[in-house]
């Protein structure tokens, strides 16, 4: 047998590998490059694998959505606040090439989307696809907080958030749901026990940990890194809405229990004054968020909602609470061009005001100004016979959202801590008997109005 010649043996796989080489730069230059739609090759400055695996799955997750005819919209709070501050350009712009990769590729560990529940229900066929793509994928549910109710709590699950992963980045979607307050809200990401917790790195995530609620977004159809997505038509808007979505459910099971404890009272007086509240309560939202008044559920109403999830009909009056850096002057001559005229208007910006609006018959509407102080927030009362003030003391607290009487109102995220302040730890059992000077655990003597400011401090209509 002839001996083979070593030299020549190198010489062949060289050129093997260079050739294997240069046909690998080809396909890459004449065949990648301009079917995912951006020539990286001519980005300016050099972007890693890293940062070019980015965009690649998120070009690929959006084909797979558009396969499907899913529509869904950009919520990444990373990219959108990159995009607000080119939002200009961007809108403008033409679909020709971009010079460089610079939202889509800047470093996270996953993009977000968000989808509306009702405009999508096949989702055996993209899974399938997105398997073939080579995505894996995770499906959360849980239960359906619509169909609760103190009738039933049920125990239908509907799916909240979908994780699809392809190679070191995730693409986090999010599913929207219409609720009755006219609203957008979605579901909190809760892992099953029999799920992988380290698919991917789930505290990171930027919507789950909370449930939120939102109002229903413009969208635009914008070109962002050549990639065609839609995103909410103010992205500003959208990321300080994001800040402060924060829902809570009403307690309809702890509801449940109270009314078998305290039945509820079903006669027609009370179904007739909860029916008055529930419309005086939408007009007073209607009217102070035309004036971009932010208010929260206080006092007799925000106890209602947490205790039995419903206007407590010995309460006589809806009230409100607003911080008083959000006092605008328009507030009373808005409320009486709706026809809720000025029942009586106690203290100054400056100190302790509040007002009375009078609605339908004898029901009223209060709004207590709460001012805020290093360690706590207050707010006042005043004694109209006396000029004697009060003051009560609450703990800090944040504003969350919740449904209430088939409206989207805050509370307090910090309820509990702000309902035993008010009502102190027996505010499980219902007092129809209620004096507001000393009946309340928070309250405080604060001294006497000067009798030469009475007339701008005690005015009654």
């Known amino acids: 047998m002839q001996k083979i010649n070593k030299n020549v043996v190198l010489a062949l796989l060289s050129l093997t590998s260079l050739v294997f080489l240069l046909f690998q730069l080809y396909y890459y230059k004449f065949y990648l490059s301009q079917k995912n739609g951006a020539v990286f090759s001519k980005l300016r400055g050099r972007q890693s694998g890293q940062d070019s695996t980015r965009w690649h799955v998120v070009r690929k997750f959006l084909g797979l959505i558009s396969s499907h005819n899913i529509p869904v919209y950009l919520i990444d709070p990373l990219i959108l606040g990159l995009v607000d501050k080119d939002i200009e350009h961007i809108r403008g712009s033409s679909d020709g090439p971009s010079p460089e990769c610079k939202y889509f590729c800047a470093p996270r560990d ?3 989307f968000a989808l509306l529940d009702k405009t999508w229900k096949h989702e055996a066929g993209l899974f399938r696809t997105a398997e073939k793509m080579g995505f894996q994928w995770l499906k959360i549910i849980n239960k359906d907080p619509r169909l609760d109710g103190m009738d039933d709590l049920s125990g239908v699950e509907i799916p909240l958030h979908y994780i699809f992963k392809l ?5 986090h979607l999010v599913v929207f749901y219409e609720r009755s307050g006219n609203y957008l809200w979605h579901g909190p990401l809760r892992l099953k026990q029999h799920m992988d917790r380290k698919f991917v790195p789930f505290r990171k995530l930027h919507f789950g940990r909370y449930p939120g609620a939102y109002e229903k977004p413009e969208l635009l159809l914008v070109s962002i890194d050549d990639l065609k997505v ?3 038509k103010n992205p500003s808007s959208f990321l300080e809405e994001m800040s402060h979505s924060r829902f809570l459910e009403c307690r309809y099971r702890e509801a449940r229990a109270f009314f078998q404890l305290y039945p509820d009272d079903a006669s027609l ?118 000029g004697k003030k009060f003051k009560y003391l609450f703990p800090k ?39 507001w000077k000393s009946s309340p655990s928070n309250v405080q003597y604060n001294g006497v109005w000067p009798v030469d400011e009475w007339d701008d401090v005690i005015q009654i209509y």
């Open 397 to 435: 607290f944040t504003l969350c959202w919740t449904e209430f009487v088939e409206l989207r109102v805050h509370v307090p995220c910090e309820t509990l801590q702000y309902i035993e302040a008010n009502y102190g730890p027996d505010w499980k059992v219902p007092v129809k008997t209620w004096d």
């Open 269 to 386: 007086d009370a179904v007739e004054f909860r029916k008055k509240a529930k419309s005086l309560l939408h007009l007073a939202a209607l009217t102070l968020n035309n004036l971009g008044v932010k208010f929260w559920l206080s006092s007799g109403t925000c106890l209602g909602w947490y205790r039995q999830c419903n206007v407590i009909p010995h309460s006589k009056d809806v009230d409100l609470g607003v911080f008083i850096r959000d006092y605008k002057a328009d507030i009373i001559p808005a409320f009486q061009k709706v026809g809720l005229p000025l029942k009586h208007k106690f203290g100054k910006v400056e100190d302790s005001l509040e007002l009375s609006f009078q609605g339908e018959d004898d029901m009223k509407l209060d709004i207590f100004f709460f001012y805020e102080e290093d360690d706590h927030i207050w707010n006042g009362g005043t004694q109209a016979k006396s």
């Open 230 to 232: 839609q995103i909410p």
């Open 167 to 171: 190679a070191s980045h995730a693409i």
């Open 110 to 112: 996953f993009t977000t």
